[in-house]
């Protein structure tokens, strides 16, 4: 995930339940409501170095307009760049999302969502839903509340136009540290009900799971839905935060003592070993084995940089992030309907065949 509008440098996998009640209904949709449940699968550029983030286009509106989204596992509201007229914006108006009337009023239950446990403030219920959101790298978002159409074709060759509501940014403040990003806003993965995969399992089109697949050479896929996940070999664990704050501090501390220039990952293996994350769940343990070229970066100039989070520097106490290198070459899977998290060996190179 890239700093510019999430936790440093990596698309952060944040292993801790988050339960949080509903207040939605279900929104419209093209296809029937005994339609089959189906999977959507979008593919994603980018890569862990030197780029630092993955992205993938979507459309949305009528006519279809592509934005491209940095995927965000640690936020909920899906954002993009707002013509209305834009502060901060990076990107030209004419590559920025246009509203056109179609702002959500702010008592509609969607807003309410939003703001859940919270309530919008509004004197006025038919003003529009307002929203700001903030991340670790001090970056932030600010705007309101639309709603429009996805288009999105499913694996089983069908497709579908959801309106699907989202944040029309006009407001951004970008940190300082890092140059202005190539893309247009931010697709939230997380479990709130204001996020793109709860609009549609709201909307009785998929199952309430997402998953990611990032190949090592760059690039990979996203999906929604479970007809992807194999019925044998995945690992599988609740959504709970192991203990493996000490990894961290023993790696960090090495890093700084002993090594500090290597010409290429070969080096590096000599030096530290394949690391193991335990989760223990009902007296069965699962492993999650990590190799060192699966957790440390080198960098042009010959640095190595741990592609961990110390959790307690960004206010996570003592839960830390595992960083997108240690994910490569792995299909993902957050099952929000069993509570579990899932993963696998795959071929991320390819797209799943239709």
Request: proline content about 8%; overall charge positive; some cysteine.
């Amino acid at each position: 995930m890239n700093s510019r509008f999430s936790l440093l440098l990596f698309l952060f996998l944040v292993i801790v339940s988050q339960s949080k009640s509903s207040v939605f209904k279900t929104f419209p949709s093209n296809l029937s409501p005994k339609s089959p449940l189906s999977s959507v699968v979008l593919p994603l550029s980018g890569n862990v170095f030197p780029l630092g983030y993955y992205s993938v286009l979507l459309q949305i509106g009528t006519p279809p307009k592509a934005f491209e989204f940095d995927i965000d596992t640690g936020s909920d509201l899906t954002w993009v760049q707002c013509d209305a007229p834009c502060t901060g914006c990076t990107l030209p108006p004419i590559r920025q999302y246009k509203p056109k009337g179609n702002t959500v009023p702010c008592l509609d239950p969607i807003c309410l969502a939003l703001h859940f446990p919270n309530k919008p403030q509004c004197p006025n219920p038919k003003e529009q839903c307002d929203y700001e959101v903030n991340y670790a790298d001090q970056g932030s978002s600010m705007g309101a509340l639309v709603i429009d159409q996805f288009p999105l074709k499913l694996l089983n060759g069908s497709a579908m136009q959801p309106r699907l509501a989202f944040g029309c940014g006009y407001d951004q403040i970008l940190p300082k540290a890092h140059p202005p990003p190539a893309t247009a806003g931010v697709l939230g993965l997380g479990r709130g009900k204001i996020g793109v995969l709860p609009q549609l399992v709201a909307a009785g089109l998929t199952r309430n799971v997402v998953g990611h697949c990032l190949s090592s050479k760059g690039g990979g896929y996203l999906f929604f839905g479970d007809t992807l996940i194999p019925t044998l070999g995945v690992a599988w664990t609740p959504l709970l935060s192991p203990e493996y704050t000490f990894f961290f501090h023993i790696c960090r501390d090495r890093l700084q003592r002993d090594y500090t220039f290597f010409k290429s990952v070969l080096e590096f293996k000599n030096f530290f070993k394949t690391i193991t994350i335990n989760f223990t769940n009902a007296r069965r343990i699962t492993q999650l084995q990590i190799p060192p070229e699966s957790y440390l970066i080198i960098s042009k100039t010959g640095n190595a940089c741990l592609g961990l989070l110390n959790g307690s520097e960004v206010g996570l106490q003592n839960s830390n992030v595992i960083g997108d290198i240690s994910m490569q070459g792995l299909m993902v899977i957050y099952d929000n309907e069993k509570q579990q998290l899932g993963w696998v060996s795959s071929n991320c190179n390819k797209l799943p065949k239709t």
